[in-house]
């Protein structure tokens, strides 16, 4: 037994010099367990992009009109009318003969080829607006010789369309890429009322002398938002209306709007106009009633005449005003305007805001002007 156990003792010596060479684990210290190799999955492709265009609406339910296409709406209680307006269109549908009016508007239409409306040559009302469109055939819209009101705003267009009916009323043509007006496009458009080119790219080398021969009737004329740095030449003298906000005129020559009898609102706002490029009495004209001449360079408010009732020149270089320099009429004249309003200066509202002038309002601008309900400084 005892020999036993010497033998034993020098093993126990052994192991317990092994066990002092390794390092102990701290206590409160967990070794991180290795992670596990995740099982590998195929992976999905990407969703592919979506197209530019979404798809074209499902057709409608069938209409009482056997003739009216799918893609559209055919009142019951106005046959005359087909409205196939954000339909996601990329073309135009066969038109019934027995519509005129057709609502086209917000869609992805690019292009009116000739057979466009060949079956409804009785159309009165086109309205193509918010549309991508790019070229218009030149016979398309002549087969039209009833249709009075053609919008095409919000479009591609580089130039305007050419072959235009006769009988065209209102053409409007904003916000499209327009830079060209076809020599003669105008020419026998008698009974146009309102032509709307504004946010183009209108230059002055694109109006001619005879740009807008043949527009006899012609009451508003819009040619806000283009690169114009002159007065556009020849314009209809039967014109009421004229917008030429946000261009670059820096001048108006003597005498241009004496041959508009008619012209009542003058519309010239964010130009470049100042006292240079003003010749004295170029806005006294007997039957303006509205001017708009704000943010512009100009330091004195120019002549106007009696019949003026609405005159924004806020946001100019304005710092003084002197109201016996300015008013149309003899102060002495009117003392007492009671029984002769005629005469007396009809201007109601006046804005001068945004200039360099500081209230009080002079005495003798309200003395001229006594009709004035609102002055802004």
């Known amino acids: 037994m005892r020999a036993s156990f010497f033998w034993f003792l020098p093993l126990l010596l052994i192991l317990a010099s092994v066990a002092q060479g390794q390092p102990r684990p701290k206590p409160g210290i967990r070794r991180k367990p290795k992670p596990r190799p995740t099982p590998s999955f195929p992976q999905p492709h990407e969703p592919a992009e979506p197209t530019d265009l979404p798809p074209p609406l499902p057709p409608g339910p069938p209409s009482v009109f056997p003739d009216c296409p799918r893609e559209c709406y055919c009142p019951p209680d106005f046959p005359s009318a087909l409205y196939c307006d954000s339909r996601n269109l990329r073309k135009v549908p066969i038109i019934p003969p027995r519509i005129h009016y057709l609502y086209l508007q917000n869609n992805f239409i690019t292009e009116l080829p000739v057979e466009s409306f060949k079956n409804a040559t009785g159309l009165r009302w086109i309205n193509l607006d918010n549309n991508r469109i790019r070229k218009v055939d030149q016979r398309v819209l002549e087969k039209l010789p009833g249709l009075a009101f053609l919008y095409m705003d919000k479009n591609q267009l580089e130039e305007v369309p050419s072959a235009l009916p006769r009988n065209l009323e209102q053409l409007r043509l904003s916000q499209n890429l327009i830079s060209r007006i076809p020599p003669g496009v105008f020419s026998k458009l008698e009974n146009l009322l309102l032509l709307d080119l504004q946010h183009n790219r209108l230059s002055d080398g694109v109006f001619k002398a005879d740009t807008f021969q043949g527009l006899k009737n012609l009451m508003q004329l819009n040619l806000a938002h283009n690169i ?30 004496k041959d508009f009898p008619n012209l009542a609102f003058i519309r010239m706002n964010y130009n470049k ?17 509205v001017l708009h001449l704000s943010h512009n360079k100009i330091s004195n408010v120019p002549a106007i005449s009696n019949k003026l009732e609405h005159l924004y020149l806020n946001n100019n270089s ?13 102060l002495v004249a009117f003392h007492d305007f009671s029984s ?14 945004g200039n360099f002038l500081k209230p009080p309002i002079p005495l003798d601008l309200m003395m001229c002007f006594r009709l004035l309900q609102s002055v802004v400084i």
């Open 273 to 289: 106009l100042s006292d240079r490029g003003l010749p004295k009495n170029s806005f006294n004209i007997s039957n303006l009633l």
């Open 228 to 257: 114009l740095r002159r007065m556009p030449p020849k314009v209809p003298p039967a014109i009421h209306q004229l917008y030429l906000d946000s261009n670059k005129i820096e001048t108006i020559p003597s005498g241009y709007f």
């Open 340 to 353: 002769d309003l005629e005469n007396v200066p009809h201007l109601r509202y006046l804005r001068l805001d």
């Open 318 to 330: 304005i710092e003084k005003i002197n109201g016996t320099q300015i008013c149309p009429s003899n």
